[in-house]
C-alpha cells in the first residue's frame, strides 16, 4: 500500500513538473513570435506630409488621401496669409493588395496630373531587431491633362509624361521616434530649352516624426535637389523643401497641418521646379486628411 501511494505521489508531481516545463516554454515561443513581428506604427499614414513612408495599410484596407496647399503667407491680412489665396488641392485612393504592397490613383488641381502609383515593402522591421529598419520602393507615372498647346508645338502624347522613382529607408528607434531617408529620381519627357529646364532630377530626402503626446506628434520633411550633370547649366535651380507641422491621429483618420515652400502636389514639380525659399519666408500652410476604410 505504502509502495503504490509513494508511485502515485511521484507520478503527481512528474506530471505537475512536465506541464509547467510546457507551460513556460510557450510561454517563450509567444513571446518570440510577438517580438518578431513588425513593429508597430513607425508612421501615422503612408505619406509624412509631401512623400511618402515606408507604412502600407493591411491587405484589402482602402485609404483616401485629400492633400490641401493654400497660396504664400506673403500677402499677410489682406488674404488671410495665403487662406483666401487661389488653393491647389490633390485625391488619393489607394488599396492594399497585399501587406506589403499598395497601388493607388491621384488626380491633382493645377497641373492637372492624373497620377498611377504603387509602393513595395522590401523590407520591414521587426519588434526583435532582427530586421533593424523598413526599406520600400515607391513608383509614380503622372500623365499631364492640359490642352495640347501647354505642351509644345511638336505635341505628341508622350510630352504629357512624368516620372517619379523613390528609394525609402526608416526605423522607428522607440515609440515617441521614427526617422527615414532616401533618394528618388524625377523625369520630365519634355521640358522648355528656352527656360534652361531640364529632364533629369535627382533628390535626397530627410524626414521624421517625434510623438509628443498620446496619438499627436510634430512631423518634418527635408529635400535637397540637385540636376543630373549636363552640357548647360540650369537657369532657375530649384530650391530646397521643407516642411514641419503637426499631426493628429484615430484609428480610422490622420489629420496633419503644416507649413511648407512646396505649392505644388506632384514629387516631381516639387523637385525640379519649386521657386519658393522656406528660409526667405516663402511659406504655404497647407492640411492633409487620411481615411482609412
Known sequence: MKRFILFIAVFVIFNYISNAQEEVTNEETQTEEVKDKPVKSPFETAVLIDFPTTVIPSKGSFQLLIHHRFGTINNGISDIYGIYAPSNIQMTFDYSLFDFLQLGFSSEKNNKIQELHGKLNLLTQTRS??????????????????????????????????????????????????????????????????????????????????????????????????????VTEELTPPKQGFSA???????????????????????????????????????????NITIRF
Open 129 to 230: 531587431g532582427k530586421i533593424p529598419v523598413s526599406v520600400s520602393l515607391y513608383s509614380m507615372v503622372g500623365v499631364g491633362a492640359k490642352s495640347e498647346d501647354f505642351y509644345g508645338k511638336n505635341y505628341r502624347f508622350n510630352n504629357r509624361i512624368t516620372l517619379f522613382e523613390q528609394l525609402i529607408i526608416s526605423r522607428k528607434f522607440n515609440e515617441r521616434l521614427s526617422l527615414l531617408t532616401g533618394a528618388s529620381y524625377s523625369h520630365y519627357n519634355a521640358v522648355s530649352y528656352d527656360k534652361g529646364e531640364k529632364h533629369d532630377h535627382v533628390g535626397i530626402h530627410l524626414g521624421g516624426r517625434c510623438k509628443l503626446w498620446s496619438e499627436n506628434s510634430f512631423i518634418f520633411e527635408y529635400t535637397y535637389p540637385f540636376i543630373i550633370a549636363t
Open 245 to 287: 507641422g503637426l499631426e493628429f491621429g484615430t484609428s480610422t483618420h490622420g489629420f496633419q497641418v503644416f507649413v511648407s515652400n512646396y505649392q505644388e502636389l506632384n514629387p516631381v514639380q516639387n523637385i525640379s521646379r519649386t521657386q519658393y525659399d522656406f528660409f526667405k519666408g516663402d511659406l504655404l500652410l497647407g492640411f
